[in-house]
């Protein structure tokens, strides 16, 4: 591969910066990688592992010169960054983010946009239940879908950044924001707040049936706890800003949920029986879609 | 290891029979493995596969001489299949099944066990989302808790029955029956309904969100889709044989989901940070416990 831009900086060297910081060294996208994490601590970890080429806790000097910036913080503090870094970007940079929610960021951000730059969302449909610099892979996004959801942004700097995503290793793809937080309401975050309850409702047992639970969890729960064990400021955040989806989908949840438990409460195994044969036409559907 | 039992008969060669035969023939257990299967259809193919020494669709013939009995059949039947081989099995046998609920099993089957034979109800915490006697294999049981319910059996045939499961690869466990059905209501009952909720929630998305939603299924919902491809027919019997404890742990849970909800609903961040973050914990002591 050869560079795409000249210099990318990353904000926020958690899970996802760090990951595209390592996948846009292997593949040799850019000629210098500046990594940006407010968080001072973080800053000798992120050095010892050498996963970007400079890293700083000063967003102002991190952005300077930079071609592409990638806002990878929780959703919730993304317009406050914006704010703090458009003024100092280079003209005719390009600024993404990752964001797991996308109209509460381009809400957030909006504002902030000036015309020297230009906003072009996104979102990596990648992650485990690690956080942290030393959680990132470059190998996390191949094979994954990266939305990208432009709006008055140049067709040439649209196929250029999906250049880079392809580079890193991901199957680009484009989205309005709408669809998207609909979308990912029912396939990631309605599921991470299932998870998130049920791993509660077992934290709230009493003491020898609790652990128990634990000691005997069996693969149903297991698989719970795994996905309830992902970055508690990160959710949060998708929760309180994608929450007219999420509280959508939730409701939808909800009833078919009550239709269930009163199938289990008269016995009606025929209902139970169908639905159960249904749900496994969708896991057939997935494997084939090749994103299982 | 040496042989525990001259001749087992496995009745039910899905998943879990298949796994037995094979883990009991890896470590030696058993002179001889019968295995009976109730579908004509499938012992063509438990031939081919060479799961078992001799299988055959007559439950009478296989139990014949078997100095251990084990019922792996979805727990709705087990009571009819009990009356019916009881009365041919060898005096001083075994009989033992693997189901998922233990109070159902027992209150069906106690009523045919006679003084001739020792009646071992026990549950392997073990499976997978793939059923039918191809998706057995040897190492299934490997570091998995066996649980055993001894009541009116002498000790030396309990302890003679975890020395078998233990050559099977796991590690036994003494329960009894209330608890059992108690600790899987949660463990691995709720999580498969909810994963059915779920997924089924998609199902009946209108056309091209569903599409999408399977189309860019995300980890949490990747997750819950192979949860819910679990075979349909044992776990409807599940649900309607262990509907007490799964209908209080339901009840938990459905609160604890209202009171996310209403945090989403009015933006309380602080609430969801807080239990996101205690749930983290729950994932650290099942990885201590060497069961992730």
Redesign the interface.
């Known amino acids: 591969m050869s560079i795409i831009y000249d210099k990318i900086c990353i904000i926020g060297i958690g899970l996802i910066g760090a990951s595209i910081a390592l996948a846009a060294r292997r593949a040799g996208l850019a000629g210098h990688i500046s990594g940006c994490e407010a968080d001072p601590g973080r800053v000798d970890e992120i050095e010892r592992l050498g996963l970007v080429d400079s890293v700083t806790t000063d967003t102002v000097a991190a952005v300077k010169d930079a071609d592409l910036v990638v806002m990878a913080v929780p959703v919730?503090v993304m317009g406050g960054l914006a704010a703090t870094i458009i003024p100092q970007m280079k003209p005719g940079a390009v600024l993404t983010d990752t964001g797991s929610t996308k109209r509460s960021v381009i809400r957030d951000v909006d504002p902030h946009v000036t015309d020297a730059i230009h906003w072009l969302p996104s979102h990596p449909?990648a992650?485990?239940?690690h956080s942290g610099p030393a959680a990132g892979f470059a190998e996390l996004f191949d094979g994954r879908?990266w939305?990208v959801l432009p709006r008055d942004v140049p067709e040439e700097e649209v196929v250029r950044f999906e250049g880079f995503v392809t580079g890193l290793g991901s199957v680009s793809?484009r989205m309005d924001a709408d669809?998207h937080d609909?979308?990912?309401a029912?396939?990631?975050?309605?599921?991470?707040?299932?998870?998130?309850?049920?791993?509660?409702?077992?934290?709230?047992?009493e003491g020898q049936?609790k652990n128990?639970?634990?000691?005997?969890?069996?693969?149903?729960?297991?698989?719970?706890?795994?996905?309830?064990?992902?970055d508690?400021?990160m959710?949060?955040?998708v929760?309180?800003n994608n929450?007219e989806a999420?509280?959508e989908?939730?409701q939808?949840?909800?009833e078919?949920?009550s239709y269930?438990?009163r199938a289990?409460?008269w016995?009606e195994?025929d209902k139970?029986?169908t639905?159960?044969?249904?749900?496994?036409?969708?896991?057939?559907?997935?494997i084939d879609?090749g994103?299982?």
Do not use: C, N
């Open positions: 919730g449909l992650g485990t239940e879908y939305l793809e669809y609909k979308v990912l029912l396939t990631s975050h309605l599921p991470h707040l299932i998870a998130y309850t049920i791993v509660g409702t077992a934290v709230d047992l049936l128990d639970v634990i000691r005997f969890s069996a693969s149903g729960f297991r698989d719970f706890t795994r996905i309830a064990a992902s508690p400021v959710w949060r955040d929760f309180v929450d999420v509280l989908m939730l939808r949840f909800s078919d949920l269930l438990q289990i409460r016995g195994k139970l029986e639905l159960f044969s249904r749900t496994r036409e969708i896991r057939r559907s997935i879609a994103q299982s």
